[in-house]
């Protein structure tokens, strides 16, 4: 007979319920066993649906669900785990509301939000049965019905109280001062208040739903509104919310030591989940820690981690002053990134660019609405220099200086202020090949020079000189076709004095040769000279006297 009334008692208050909630949304949608799973009817009227389940051993099931399809709560591939399941679908608006500039809000309709439950005992799902019934005294009567007792006056209990058809005579209170005792337990306030501006909310205190298969649970109900802004299930640990004397909220510990403390032996997290109920894009983050890091976790893009901070790590690694210089190793970051360490090995730079994909990258970028410089100081001899993009070249410059050290044109034309030495330590060079002067003199004559000017210059602006094809093709020089090393043109100019040199000492040596002979030969001429002279002195004596004997002996 009890359990008569009390079925009587749900349906009456099943139907206050309806009527309370008519034009408004459900507490909880239609479930009934389904294949493959359970089957949820929504009352909610949206484009699209966004279903999650929570339930024991961590299960968590989530599916965004289009109008007009079939809300499924799919049976895991392993089984359903005995426990409690709750679930919540979430309507999803259409409309992409725009964010302020500073993508920090924007306006959004609230939710419209469905809850429920369901229970698995031995594996299987326990839904709900129907609708219970109440009993006839359920409050909506224009007046009292018998059984009923008014008072009009104070009631005074010097003891303790039980209410509920299951209270029994001569019932054990313990320490009980009330008691609530059958199996649907609810208190419920109802504001009669009817004047302009008075409160009038109607809250209901309520303990376990009263549907087979439905959660074990105590909750805070704002009848008026259609909410259950509070819930605790059955089963939850102590300490789940604790309020210490100073206000701080401990959660699953009783001695919270700030404002709210989040106690756990594995990765305390806080979740923040924006849902598309308000037109935004889904998003979901979570904020955590443990002994390896603490970590926000980027969980709709694949539960990236975005930031992390090892432990140990010192105080100041990062640092935001209020100026917002950023700070890395510095409490006093004094430009927009600060870098600041002392170890002698790490405090550095490294840009690191891991695509597989060779391809050439900016990997640092400095713009300035005029001549960018990057300078470097020596502290310890304050020797510093300025590197910067000047106005239409680029230079390197000592700071504080006028002169310019070097400068690079766009037209790739570089100019020094003082002197170019280039590398030719011998302890740096392998691979030596003697060589033939003769031969280079040859192919420097073979090398075609002429005079012209680069198309990136002014015709006017003349040089002379081989290209570097055929300089590369006559003598092999250089790591490219295209390009003349100034020290292979010095080296090949070095080459070729010494071969005419060695063509100077040998031609030098053949005349000196010839000098020597011709200065033979000039000493045997003057000598036959002599000779010849001589003899002319002696021949016309000699001739004489022959003639004077021929003569005589003629008898002439």
Not at 173 to 188: A, H, M
Request: hydrophobic share 40%; charged share 20%.
């Amino acid at each position: 007979m009890a359990d008569f009334v009390c079925k009587r008692r749900a349906v009456a208050t099943a139907l206050i319920l309806a009527l309370s909630l008519a034009g408004s949304a459900a507490f909880a949608a239609t479930a009934v066993p389904a294949a493959g799973g359970v089957q949820l009817t929504s009352a909610l009227r949206a484009p699209a649906y966004e279903l999650r389940v929570a339930g024991p051993a961590g299960f968590l099931y989530q599916q965004t669900f289009a109008a007009g399809q079939s809300l499924v709560i799919a049976t895991p591939a392993g089984g359903w785990t005995d426990g409690d399941y709750r679930y919540e679908i979430v309507a999803t608006q259409t409309a992409t509301r725009q964010r302020g500039a500073d993508e920090t809000s924007g306006t959004a309709a609230p939710a419209q939000v469905e809850n429920g439950s369901f229970i698995v005992r031995n594996g299987n799902v326990l839904l709900a049965d129907g609708v219970f019934a109440a009993r006839q005294d359920d409050g909506q009567n224009a007046s009292p019905v018998p059984n009923d007792q008014v008072i009009p006056d104070d009631l005074i209990v010097q003891g303790s109280t039980c209410v509920g058809l299951d209270c029994v005579n001569n019932e054990s209170f313990g320490f009980d001062t009330i008691r609530l005792k059958e199996n649907n337990t609810r208190i419920k306030f109802d504001d009669t208040s009817t004047g302009t501006g008075f409160p009038a909310t109607d809250w209901q205190l309520t303990a376990n739903d009263s549907a087979s298969g439905g959660q074990n649970k105590f909750s805070i109900e704002d009848v008026t509104a259609v909410t259950v802004p509070f819930t605790v299930t059955g089963g939850a640990p102590s300490n789940s919310i604790f309020v210490d004397s100073t206000g701080r909220v401990g959660f699953r510990t009783a001695t919270p030591v700030l404002d709210l403390h989040v106690f756990d032996s594995d990765t305390p997290a806080l979740r923040l989940e924006q849902s598309g109920a308000g037109g935004f894009t889904p998003q979901t983050w979570d904020v955590a820690g443990n002994e390896a890091n603490f970590f926000v976790r980027d969980v709709t893009s694949g539960s990236r981690l975005p930031f992390r901070i090892r432990p140990g790590a010192p105080t100041s690694s990062l640092d935001i002053s209020a100026a917002g210089n950023v700070g890395i190793g510095t409490a006093s970051p004094t430009v927009k990134l600060n870098v600041v360490g002392s170890d002698g090995t790490t405090t550095q730079l490294l840009v690191q660019e891991n695509n597989a994909t060779a391809s050439g990258r900016d990997l640092m970028r400095l713009e300035n609405k005029g001549p960018t410089r990057f300078r470097m100081k020596n502290t310890n001899t304050n020797n510093e220099w300025s590197i910067n993009a000047h106005d239409s070249d680029f230079r390197i410059t000592p700071a504080g200086s006028a002169t310019v050290a070097m400068t690079i044109f766009p037209t790739g034309n570089v100019t020094i202020a003082g002197t170019l030495t280039q590398n030719s330590d011998r302890n740096s060079k392998e691979n030596f090949r003697p060589l033939d002067h003769k031969a280079l003199l040859q192919k420097i004559a073979d090398l075609d020079i002429t005079e012209w000017n680069f198309k990136a210059e002014n015709e006017a602006v003349r040089h002379i000189g081989p290209m570097a094809q055929d300089f590369h093709k006559i003598f092999g020089l250089g790591e490219r076709e295209d390009r003349i090393a100034p020290l292979d043109t010095s080296g090949v100019a070095l080459a070729a004095v010494q071969g005419l040199q060695q063509e100077l000492a040998e031609r030098d040596k053949r005349i000196a040769d010839l000098e020597a002979r011709l200065q033979r030969l000039d000493a045997l001429t003057q000598q036959i000279a002599r000779q010849q002279e001589a003899q002319a002195q002696v021949l016309p004596t000699a001739f004489a006297g022959r003639c004077e004997e021929k003569t005589v002996a003629a008898g002439l």
